[in-house]
Nanobody
């Protein structure tokens, strides 16, 4: 069992930045690929970014490419999502997830955090 705890959400204005963190409970954190998902108000949850176990491969949804950066520190059992040039349409609850492979498919991830709210005002 892996417990994931997100932090770093908040209210910002358009154009500003936020950095989300997701801390994992397990020392075998490096055995898992990690993903960030988000659920905008009234919409389905969607994939945002993923990173391989070593951090050598990353994958992003088109709308965040060039603005968001996913990274991980296996020594700290933590994955990050640096979000720059935020837009109102980035407003959502952001979730981190752990799985066996980097994929945009939600059901492929085994463990999920509780989510952190990001609100971007115009």
């Amino acid at each position: 069992q892996v417990q994931l705890v997100e932090s770093g959400g908040g209210l910002v204005q358009a154009g500003e930045s936020l950095k989300l963190s997701c801390a994992a409970s397990k020392r075998t954190f490096s055995n898992y690929a990690m993903g960030w998902f988000r659920q905008p108000p009234g919409k389905e949850r969607e994939f945002v970014a993923g990173i391989s176990r070593s951090g050598g491969y990353t994958y992003y949804r088109d709308s965040v490419k060039g603005r968001f950066t996913i990274s991980r520190d296996n020594a700290k059992n933590t994955v990050y999502l640096q979000m720059n040039s935020l837009k109102p349409e980035d407003t959502a609850v952001y979730y981190c997830a752990a799985g066996s492979t980097v994929t945009a498919i939600e059901r492929a991830y085994e463990y999920w955090g509780q989510g952190t709210q990001v609100t971007v005002s115009s």
